[in-house]
């Protein structure tokens, strides 16, 4: 490749405007949220420094509360999205007639606005006329209308159930991509020593696409961990609390009641929650990475 | 050799009767998990009101009409306006990311000066925070800049959080344009910004299209956070913004709800029957390792 100093200023320029956009409306933010967590800023003019004060506040039962439900909420929605995209990516690899078709119909809760898809599971859940209540009455399995979203239990696997519908479209065509990489011949010489089609999924499958399942798993702690919308539009956090994850929690402090000084503080937590995951990110996707080359 | 490996090929691709109703049966399971929302969704838009609020539960519709999909527009009567400005938001946030993330995919492909990788990471790591947690400094800079209550105020914020999956997209593509390209062209005493402008951009064009429409179907499902909390007025809200509003009610007209919904997601349903070769491509690619 050709090097000079002009080649140099070239490529920087390239990258100039871009670099300083996500400067302005993402680093910036991240510092500014950093600074305001130190102080009592609200809708009032006058802001003041308070050191730690906020920080001391929002330590409390309730707040370690919110951290463990959403380290909860998390790992079961990122352990589903991770089983069921397994079991549908395999099943999309299957020589059947409609493979094609059957792929199609994976994408639309990926593609279609998030918002309607989760409209449409807010009447599903509904316990006096929605789906999953009538269905489940019909075929007697439970005795009376069961309202999901009304009471505290049931509200959080609902909200983990739609956000597990949401997630497993890409990581099933994540997954699918890695199994077609696959090569033919390491089934071709299963199969001639006699190998079932279980062992070959066991014993060439899954090791092969466990650096795939690794990687999305942790791309997926990570998105799953920012997840907003769903629960926003189903229960507000409620009902008391009980699916208010970190994410609902800042909102509601900083957005519902305006405390940006507090809201901020919170913030902070999520950010470095979210710092350690990319970090552990990078690595295990370097070591990955390594290991393939050796 | 050729056709005894074609043949056990064949052999392996080859189930069982039971394996295949197995598979079916499995794959209906899957799908309907998938579906199921729409599949309601669809059945709702076509029910009466009083059929929808009757119990015992009824899947199928009785006498089903497309009432609702008149109706729906005098209920909710900004719906062709919040359609429109989805449309706005999402085409004017898409030109954004592209004409930011086009020079710099070209540069991470071509260059490797010292700190650019550090640059290239720190791109990846911005999608790794999500707005909520930026939410409150970004609304004093919006307001600071008097850009509350505007497009502008669910673009430029919602526009940077598509950069890094598009970077990393277009890079992977630009990556696979041979060298000797830009070598020729400078042989010839073409510029770096000549041979970028009129070698590179035609080839990289079918790349580019595809960065094109999976950051516009970013935009246009993720229109919501930025929306909510930095726009207040009708006229500008996007559709989930707009149907959010009808949603929150005491009496939701389900059914004109639902029908609003279809008619709302209908062309994101074209484009994937369309595009679907392309998008699986497009969409796993930025995420598979090269």
Do not use: H
């Not at chain 2, 080839?203 to 726009?231: D, E, K, M, W």
């Amino acid at each position: 490749m050709i090097k000079s100093r002009s080649s140099l200023i070239f490529a920087w320029a390239l990258l100039a405007p871009a670099i300083l956009y996500v400067l302005v409306i993402v680093a910036w933010p991240l510092v500014e949220t950093f600074r305001l967590s130190f102080t009592d800023a609200s809708l009032r003019k006058v802001t003041n420094y308070v050191g730690w004060r906020n920080y001391d506040k929002i330590f409390n039962e309730t707040f370690l509360t919110v951290i463990t439900r959403t380290f909860t909420w998390t790992f079961f929605s990122v352990l589903f999205k991770m089983v069921i995209g397994t079991f549908g990516a395999v099943l999309l690899n299957a020589a059947v007639p409609g493979r094609n078709l059957f792929r199609i119909l994976t994408m639309p809760p990926w593609i279609v606005p998030m918002a309607i898809g989760i409209f449409m599971w807010g009447w599903m859940y509904n316990g006096q006329f929605g789906m999953i209540s009538g269905l489940l009455q019909r075929f007697g399995l439970v005795d009376g209308p069961v309202a999901f979203l009304a009471y505290g239990r049931p509200a959080y696997w609902a909200t983990i159930v739609t956000d597990v519908w949401i997630g497993v479209p890409m990581v099933t065509i994540y997954f699918l991509a890695a199994i077609q990489a696959i090569p033919r011949d390491l089934y071709e010489a299963a199969w001639t020593d006699g190998a079932s089609r279980w062992t070959r999924f066991r014993r060439i499958t899954l090791p092969l696409m466990a650096p795939a399942i690794i990687t999305m798993s942790m791309l997926s702690l990570i998105a799953t961990f920012n997840s907003f919308d769903i629960i926003w539009i189903l229960t507000q956090g409620g009902p008391s609390g009980s699916t208010t994850t970190m994410i609902i929690d800042t909102y509601q402090t900083a957005i519902g009641s305006k405390k940006y000084g507090e809201g901020a503080a919170r913030a902070v937590v999520i950010c470095l929650f979210l710092s350690l995951f990319c970090i552990a990110y990078f690595r295990v996707t370097r070591r990955l990475a390594a290991t393939d080359k050796a | 050799m050729a056709f005894k490996s074609r043949d056990t090929r064949a052999m392996i691709d080859r189930y069982r009767w039971w394996e295949v109703v197995a598979i079916y049966a499995g794959m209906f399971c899957f799908l309907f998990f998938l579906l199921s929302p729409f599949i309601e969704g669809f059945l709702v838009s076509l029910k009466p009101l009083a059929q929808l609020f009757s119990s015992p539960y009824r899947f199928w519709p009785e006498n089903g009409t497309f009432a609702a999909y008149v109706s729906m527009w005098e209920t909710v009567p900004g719906f062709a306006r919040y359609v429109f400005n989805s449309f706005l938001i999402s085409t004017i946030s898409t030109c954004i990311v592209l004409l930011l993330v086009v020079p710099a995919a070209y540069a991470f492909a071509r260059f490797d000066y010292r700190g650019m990788g550090l640059v290239l990471g720190g791109f990846l790591a911005v999608s790794m925070f999500s707005g909520a947690v930026l939410l409150i400094p970004l609304f004093r800079l919006m307001r600071t800049m008097g850009l509350l209550n505007t497009y502008f105020a669910m673009i430029i914020p919602g526009a940077a959080f598509l950069i890094p999956s598009a970077i990393w997209l277009l890079r992977t593509y630009m990556m696979r344009i041979p060298t000797e390209l830009n070598e020729a062209a400078y042989m010839d005493g073409a510029s770096q910004f000549y041979t970028f402008r009129r070698v590179i951009l035609p080839i990289a064009r079918p790349g580019i299209i595809v960065v094109a429409i999976v950051t516009f179907i970013g935009a246009y499902s993720q229109q919501f956070i930025f929306a909510l909390t930095f726009n207040s007025k009708t006229e500008y809200m996007p559709l989930p913004i707009g149907l959010y509003a009808y949603f929150g009610k005491q009496e939701v007209i389900w059914n004109e709800l639902m029908a609003a919904s279809f008619v709302g997601i209908a062309p994101a349903l074209v484009i994937i029957f369309f595009l679907q070769r392309y998008l699986v491509g497009g969409l796993t690619a930025g995420a598979v390792k090269q």
